[in-house]
Structure formats: structure tokens, C-alpha cells
């Protein structure tokens, strides 16, 4: 084994393909391995962006679901108010009604008292008259004795 | 050299890149990330993806050993064959400067490195050929076909000489092509210095080719023989 200018030759070979080399096969294979390790970490990025959305996702709906539980109960002693309110109101209106109908009712009943006490008066005055017609047999000035007569029913 | 000599120099460049690749492979695995990989980890996820996916492709049994097995052929024979882009005189000459008058850089242009891995995979073929079948199922599978079971004889050598042809065949693809390789680098080695360049630069770029093709078909064609081992016909 002798050195000889073989070694040069080959120094000049292994440097142009090291270069060949450096040019066009080192760049693809970089290139795949750059774009893998992107992808990888935009699916690793993606998954943790999902997981924190979902997060906000799961504390949005329990504040919604919060907030309408609030509301919720808020309308329903709304209504419960307006509800006994109704029936107060319906209650006073009965009373109202009640009492209305019972002072018609009252006023009637006077009404129809006044008018038989008027009725019976009269009939009194002239019971009153026959009697007496009866009694007396004889003619009885009526002009004279109405007045009379008159001013006895008023007195009843 | 009778059988029993050693070439040193083929098992020493093979076990020294042997234990590159399980020292490289190793530290990535221990400093393995889920997350963002750096990018030792980046190439090693891409090699063991593509190994991966070729296992799947071939071999639907369940076999822990299979894709680890076909990972350490590509890897090592793409690691010995690699040492043939080194120019062709350079390492034999630092040996000589040591005192070592000959040495074959390239494990693979040594038929020895090559059978040997050969004559593994032919034991792997026959240990789970046994395996799945039983010794009377591989029996079975030598003697009764492809012919009826008349012909048993026949039978029997056809298929011997079928089970035999596939890790010569591993042995001498890879063995032939690194070797041709080899010795075209040294032929162009000859030439005189300044023009060496003109072919030495061209061949070792379709070398880029060939290395790496050569350890996936040997890698391949392992999976494939230990497929058909664990058919059942």
C-alpha cells in the first residue's frame, strides 16, 4: 500500500459529491423532516386550542345555564306576584260586587217595604172609613171627616 | 484461510455500526418527547414510521419481533452499506498507516457478513414455520405440495431447495451488488487522478440509490419470507 496521487483524486471526488450531496439530497430530505416536525406541532397546537375552547365552551354553558336558573326564578316570583296579586284584585272586585248587589238588594227590600207600609196606609184609611161608616150608620159628611181621616193615616 | 478464519475487519466495521445505530436509536428513545420533536427524534420517528408502515403492509400476524427485527436490517445494512460513499482508499490507508496492509471498509462486499445475516433470517423462517405448524405442519408443508402426495419425493426437493434458495438469494442480492459497487470504486481508483472525479462523482450518487434500496429489499424480503412462514396453506 503506497500513497500516490490516487488519494488526491478521490479528495476531489468525495468533495463534489459532498457538495452534489449538500445541493440537492440534503435539502428534500430536511425539507420532509421540517414540514413533519410543523405538522406535528400544529396538531399538538390544535389539540390543545380545542381542549382549552372546550373549556371555555364548558364554563360558558354553566354560567348560561347559571344565569337562566336566576332568570328562571325570577320570572316565577313575578308571576306568583302577579298571581296573588289577581286573586286580590279578583277578591276585592268580589267583595265590591258583593257589597253592590247587597245595598241593590237592600234598597229593593226598602223600596218594596215603603210601598206595601203606603199600600197598607191607604187600605188602613179606608178600613178605618168603612168601619166607622159602619159604626156611625149614619151619613157622615166625607169632606168633612177626610181631613180627619187624612191626618190619622199619616200618623200610622 | 481455511473456514475458520475470522475477517476481523468485516466484524469489526459491522458491530462498530451495529452499535452506533443501537447507540443513537437508544439515546432518542430515552429522551423521547410526546410532544414537538426535536430533530434527532424527528428522523428517528420518520425511520421507525416507514419501517412500521412496511411491516403492516406485509405481515398481518401478531409477531413483537417482526418490526424491531426488520427496523435493525434496514438501519444496519444501511449503515454498512453507507460506508461505501467513504472514498474508496481513504480508511484502508489510515489502517496502513497502522500497520493493517489490508482492510474491506464495507461489511456488506464481505459475502461472510451477508450470509450470516442471511443464515439468521433462514433460522428465524424454520423456527416459526415451526411455530404456527407444528413440525408435522412444516413437514406437511415440504412434502405434500405443490404436487399430489404421490410424488413426495419430488415434492421434498422442490421445496428444500425453495426454502434454501431464499437466504442465498438474501445473501448474494446484497452481497453482489455492494461488492460490484465496490469494486467499480476501485476500478475508477485506478484512473489517473485528475479525471477520477468525471465517474467517481456520478456512481456514488446512484449509489445514494442503490445502498438504500438494497437494505430495504433485504428488509422487505425478510418480512415477506417470515409472512409466509406463519401462513398456514
Known amino acids: ?156 | 484461510m481455511g473456514f475458520w478464519a475470522i475477517n476481523v475487519d468485516t466484524m469489526l466495521w459491522s458491530v462498530g455500526l451495529g452499535i452506533f445505530f443501537l447507540w443513537f436509536f437508544g439515546k432518542v428513545a430515552k429522551s423521547v418527547t410526546s410532544g414537538v420533536p426535536g430533530n434527532t427524534q424527528n428522523f428517528v420517528e420518520t425511520v421507525i414510521e416507514f419501517v412500521d408502515d412496511n411491516v403492516k403492509g406485509i405481515f398481518h400476524y401478531k409477531n413483537p419481533v417482526i418490526a424491531p427485527l426488520a427496523l435493525t436490517i434496514f438501519v444496519w445494512i444501511f449503515l454498512m452499506n453507507l460506508m461505501d460513499l467513504v472514498p474508496v482508499d481513504w480508511l484502508p490507508y489510515v489502517a496502513g498507516q497502522m500497520g493493517i496492509h489490508f482492510m474491506k471498509v464495507v461489511p456488506t462486499t464481505d459475502v461472510n457478513a451477508t450470509g450470516g445475516m442471511a443464515i439468521s433470517v433462514l433460522a428465524l423462517i424454520i423456527y416459526y414455520s415451526i411455530k404456527q405448524k407444528g413440525v408435522g405442519g412444516f413437514m406437511k408443508e415440504l412434502s405434500f405440495q405443490p404436487l399430489p402426495k404421490i410424488f413426495l419425493p419430488f415434492n421434498l426437493f422442490l421445496e428444500i431447495v425453495g426454502l434454501l434458495a431464499k437466504p442465498v438469494s438474501l445473501a448474494l442480492r446484497l452481497f453482489g451488488n455492494m461488492y460490484a459497487g465496490e469494486m467499480i470504486f476501485i476500478l475508477i481508483a485506478l484512473l489517473p487522478f485528475w479525471i477520477q472525479w468525471l465517474l467517481s462523482v456520478p456512481w456514488a450518487i446512484f449509489h445514494i440509490l442503490v445502498i438504500t434500496l438494497q437494505a430495504f429489499i433485504f428488509m422487505v424480503l425478510t418480512i415477506v419470507y417470515l409472512a409466509m412462514a406463519h401462513d398456514d396453506h
Open chain 1, 1 to 156: 500500500m503506497n500513497i500516490n496521487l490516487t488519494i488526491i483524486g478521490q479528495a476531489i471526488a468525495f468533495f463534489i459529491f459532498v457538495v452534489f450531496c449538500m445541493k440537492y439530497v440534503w435539502p428534500p430530505i430536511t425539507g420532509a423532516l421540517a414540514e413533519r416536525k410543523k405538522k406535528i406541532a400544529e396538531g399538538l397546537e390544535a389539540a390543545d386550542r380545542a381542549t382549552r375552547d372546550l373549556h371555555l365552551a364548558q364554563e360558558k354553558a354553566t354560567a348560561n345555564l347559571h344565569d337562566s336558573k336566576v332568570q328562571a326564578a325570577a320570572i316565577i316570583e313575578q308571576a306568583n306576584k302577579r298571581a296573588n296579586q289577581i286573586i286580590d284584585e279578583a277578591k276585592e272586585q268580589a267583595r265590591a260586587e258583593a257589597d253592590r248587589v247587597k245595598a241593590a238588594a237592600q234598597a229593593e227590600i226598602e223600596q218594596d217595604a215603603n210601598r206595601a207600609k203606603e199600600a197598607l196606609r191607604a187600605q188602613v184609611a179606608a178600613l178605618v172609613m168603612a168601619g166607622a161608616e159602619k159604626v156611625l150608620e149614619a151619613s157622615i159628611d166625607e169632606k168633612a171627616h177626610a181631613q180627619l181621616l187624612e191626618k190619622l193615616s199619616a200618623e200610622l
